[in-house]
């Protein structure tokens, strides 16, 4: 084809520009409207652009001219092509009805997630019974290393004084810590799974460890008192976080699907969100509970209460993600 | 190569436009980049809001964490994927079908950053971006994204190179038309860098360089000989490049492209 470039150029700028002022104005706007006839004449000219390209990309010298027909109509393309639904971001309705829908929506990756944790705390125990040296191996944690008696028995001494003033502090590095494990569990559903329920499996095995060395050790009632306030909501989110990797797997090997994987991913990234939103929410409210309340022990909370508060968390949790939202 | 370096997208309407890809040290510079300003901001931040913080250094240290997700996130969102590293670099984050950015997108691969970060300097990452197609970590891989180049579009200095001297190349405007039809983009790019590098070369190089172009150029319109017999090698590729880059109206053109840069 042969072009008269200068008439070519000419004729075209005048569009071009007029597209990319459109352009830079639906860019600039999270949410943008336009009329109808806004939208016709925004149309006209993104088909004029590609057009213009279409001629010009054979053309040998004009690789600049082509590179900024091409970023204009990419644009353009992108504005125009987006088919995928909008959805106002409401935080109240986020966490109230859409955060328990999706979680129901893949209650099954989260009862997987149940079922390794429970696996890994079978094996944690087993492994406590069997070889209770293994304690300092399962355990790599200070304040778990003493036996669960002389801890109660500093724990009783101390009344929760060694957090005076520390709380805050105390508070967010457990939502730090917290928060890292479990979008740790989530990314790590990017190696199809297999990062994912290797924490799970690790999570349960301390869980067992711990809790096997605290009932062993008679301080069954101190374990629950002291876990119980924040463990009912901290690890249902770790939980939560290992769904969430677990549903990105699942999008990513795709068993028995024909659709493409890019299609697979695209279809759970709303979910993926939702759900990781979700389980750093719990976290933040479980580290609050952590420091503030399960670090105190007899007497000064009793250990009653502590319980009575994390069974009411549990049944409101349970109630909460298997009731909210329901149409 | 443009499987490689490229995101070729081709539109409903039958349009095929390219985007052309960040290589990963371009991106590992622009996560420098937003690391430094990130240490910059928090450390102006924790010296103006300290006496502010009633739960101490700690917490506000977990709300800067959770911050830099929330910010970045939506930074990268209202910013149609660019940070203040990417801007600088002209790299920018785009959907892989070249649709426009979710929100879910952005988060998504910002969320991935803990695996591609494994298990030190981002080689996770690094290594799934040298090895897939489209140069993706695995953040992309999972978010659907691609991150591509911006590229500053100015035209050459054409002035410095062709001047105002008669044109025996231009006056036969049919043949001037099929040499702009017939040469490829990438050899008007390399005659053009050959004339602006022309005093760089050594002297035996440059009679090589420019008489290989010559007789390229040739093969593809065939002027008559009164035409271009008085011009040595580098004169007629001088006198190819202004045919091919300088049509009559000159300025329309450069006006354009200063608009779109």
């Known amino acids: 084809m042969i072009l008269d470039l200068a008439r070519f150029v000419e004729t075209g700028r005048p569009h071009w520009t007029a597209l990319e002022r459109a352009l830079d104005w639906l860019e600039s706007r999270p949410d943008p409207s336009m009329s109808l006839e806004e939208l016709e004449r925004f149309h006209g000219l993104y088909q004029r652009a590609s057009a213009d390209l279409a001629k010009v990309s054979a053309l040998a010298s004009e690789g600049e001219l082509r590179r900024y027909l091409e970023w204009i109509v990419s644009r353009a393309y992108a504005e125009i092509h987006e088919a995928r639904e909008r959805r106002k971001f409401r935080p109240w309705r986020w966490i109230t009805a859409e955060f328990p829908r999706t979680f129901r929506r893949h209650v099954r990756a989260f009862q997987l997630a149940v079922a390794l944790t429970l696996l890994g705390s079978a094996f944690g125990a087993l492994a406590m019974r069997i070889d209770p040296e293994a304690k300092y191996v399962l355990m790599p944690f200070e304040g778990l290393q003493t036996s669960p008696a002389q801890r109660v028995a500093r724990e009783r001494e101390l009344q929760g004084k060694q957090l005076a003033g520390k709380k805050g502090r105390f508070s967010a590095e457990l939502m730090t810590h917290n928060t890292q494990v479990a979008l740790t569990t989530i990314a790590l559903g990017m190696t199809f799974g297999f990062g994912t329920v290797a924490v799970l499996f690790y999570n349960g095995v301390i869980l067992g460890a711990v809790a096997l060395d605290y009932i062993r050790g008679g301080q069954a009632v101190f374990l629950l008192g002291w876990l119980l306030p924040h463990g009912v909501i901290e690890i249902p989110a770790i939980l939560v976080g290992g769904q969430t990797g677990l549903v990105l797997a699942y999008a990513l090997i795709g068993w028995g699907s024909r659709v493409s994987r890019p299609d697979r991913l695209r279809a759970v990234l709303r979910d993926l969100v939702t759900l990781a939103g979700g389980a750093a929410l719990m976290l933040v409210w479980a580290g609050i509970v952590e420091a503030f309340l399960s670090q105190y022990h007899e007497p000064v909370i009793p250990y009653g209460m502590k319980i009575a508060f994390g069974l009411v968390e549990a049944a409101l949790l349970t109630l909460f993600l298997s009731r909210a939202g329901s149409k | 190569m443009r499987n490689r370096d490229a995101l070729v997208i081709r539109t409903p309407e039958g349009i095929e436009f390219s985007l052309p ?182 002297p035996g190089a440059r009679l090589q360089v420019f008489n290989e172009l010559a007789a390229h150029f040739r093969t593809l319109a065939p002027y008559p000989p009164d035409a271009i017999e008085q011009l040595s090698d580098e004169q007629y590729v001088r006198n190819v490049v202004e045919v091919l880059y300088r049509p009559a109206d000159r300025s329309a053109q450069v006006s354009v492209l200063a608009s779109g840069s």
Request: with cysteine; hydrophobic share 50%.
């Open chain 2, 21 to 202: 890809l960040a290589g990963p040290f371009s991106r590992m510079l622009a996560l420098v980049i937003d690391i430094a300003v990130i240490i910059m901001l928090g450390s102006f931040l924790e010296k103006v809001l300290a006496p502010l913080l009633v739960f101490g250094q700690d917490l506000a240290d977990a709300l800067a964490v959770i911050g830099y997700f929330v910010i970045s996130d939506l930074q990268r969102w209202r910013w149609r994927g660019q940070t203040v590293g990417k801007r600088l670099l002209r790299l920018r984050v785009v959907d892989a079908r070249g649709l426009r950015l979710e929100p879910s997108q952005v988060v998504v691969r910002n969320l991935m950053r803990f695996v591609d970060a494994l298990p030190l300097l981002y080689l996770v990452g690094g290594v799934a971006c040298v090895l897939s197609r489209y140069r993706q970590r695995l953040g992309d891989l999972a978010a659907g994204t691609v991150v591509v180049r911006t590229p500053k579009l100015v035209r050459p200095d054409l002035d410095q190179i062709l001047g105002s001297k008669y044109n025996s190349l231009a006056e036969d405007r049919r043949l001037a038309a099929r040499l702009r039809q017939k040469t490829s983009p990438a050899i008007a790019r390399v005659a053009l860098e050959a004339l602006l590098r022309r005093d760089q070369l050594e």
